[in-house]
């Protein structure tokens, strides 16, 4: 950015008239001065909100610019934004830098991704937001809709389950993978969610989410080699099951049974209590490679850290390059 531009965005009081302008010239003394002060024309006051400097086109600053391409980016086929998307909106408007904020609307694929969401014409959710490949810009577009308060507190770890699995069902048959991912969206991941709005979710929670997955995919791969259907599966089947495993985790089964049960996929089949707790060492593993460390429990959230004072978009900012 050019001195002359940096002036133009950092009005100030004049120190000859008072009045808040780009300070264009300088006093004998170095003071800055506005520019009618110095015989010289130029107006930088916006036509349309009345505010000094920042000039963008046309006569209006670029906060008025700013403002008009958020709605243009978030409103709906009626030229309205929606009620769910006034915070994100309101936000977006507020960045403290505005030809950034413009730059980022124009020419980032963050952007560009929202305004796919928004025009998919149904409410913005973290549900929507797993449909989509993981990638880090739906990574960022579920940060900054959580950070602007769009859509309910995130979990890292949570979030990161959606990608998780996909790399788990690429080896898998599409029949299994039908079943497992519908179990991890509408049933695991929208309870845990739920209980991560209310209280603090704890940090193994998204460890045993992938392993109550796990375990399912092992049941299936199971019938396959019996030759079994789903439709098929018997208490006595599931009790063999369980116990012919080399660890209790099988138990963990219950999960996926009590979904496939309300699905009417399964008969309601009975799953015992785990005798004993399992224990939980640090090095438990956990099917198909996927370690406990695969995806850090701890990872904090960037965007929910406690900042309530800040401008929600001034720490919104994209990977690299642009800004907001
Ligand atoms: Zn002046
Ligand atoms: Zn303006």
């Known amino acids: ?43 930088y006051t916006c036509r349309q909100c009345g505010r000094a400097g920042n000039p963008h086109s046309r006569g209006r600053c670029a ?8 709605n243009l980016l978030l409103a709906g086929a009626d030229g309205v ?14 960045a403290p830098a505005p030809f950034q904020a413009i730059q980022w609307i124009r020419e ?3 952007s560009r991704l929202l305004a796919r969401l928004v025009t998919e014409d149904r409410p913005l959710s973290h549900e ?3 449909e989509l490949p993981p990638s880090r810009n739906q990574r960022y577009i579920r940060q900054l809709l959580v950070h602007t308060g769009t859509l309910g507190a995130c979990n890292e770890g949570l979030e990161r389950i959606p990608g998780w699995l996909g790399h788990e069902l690429a080896d898998k048959p599409a029949a299994h993978a039908n079943l497992a991912r519908p179990f991890l969206h509408w049933f695991l991941l929208r309870r845990a969610r739920q209980r991560a709005a209310v209280r603090r979710y704890p940090a193994s929670a998204d460890r045993d989410l992938r392993r109550r997955v796990s375990v399912a995919l092992e049941l299936l791969a199971w019938l396959d080699q019996q030759q079994l259907a789903l439709a098929d599966l018997t208490q006595e089947h599931v009790d063999g099951w369980i116990t012919g495993g ?4 099988r138990y963990l089964i219950r999960y996926f049974l009590s979904w496939t049960a309300s699905r009417r996929l399964t008969r309601k089949l ?55």
């Open 108 to 110: 980032s694929p963050n």
């Open 1 to 43: 950015m050019t001195c002359y531009n940096t002036v133009l965005r950092s009005p100030a009081k004049c120190s000859r008239c008072g009045t808040v302008q780009p300070l264009i010239a300088r006093d004998a003394d170095g003071t800055g001065v506005c520019g009618p002060c110095v015989g010289f024309a130029a107006d």
């Open 81 to 94: 934004v929606p009620e769910q998307l006034q915070p994100l909106a309101t936000a977006l408007a507020a």
């Open 246 to 249: 080399p660890s209790q985790r």
């Open 128 to 130: 929507l937001l797993d």
């Open 63 to 70: 906060f008025c610019v700013l403002a008009e391409r958020v």
């Open 270 to 324: 009975v799953v015992p209590s785990i005798p004993q707790q399992e224990p939980r060492p640090c090095s438990t593993r956990t099917t198909a490679g996927a370690s406990s460390s695969a995806v850090s429990p701890t990872t904090p959230c960037p965007w929910t850290s406690e900042q309530p004072a800040r401008s929600p978009c001034s720490s919104v900012r994209p990977q690299s390059g642009s800004a907001i």
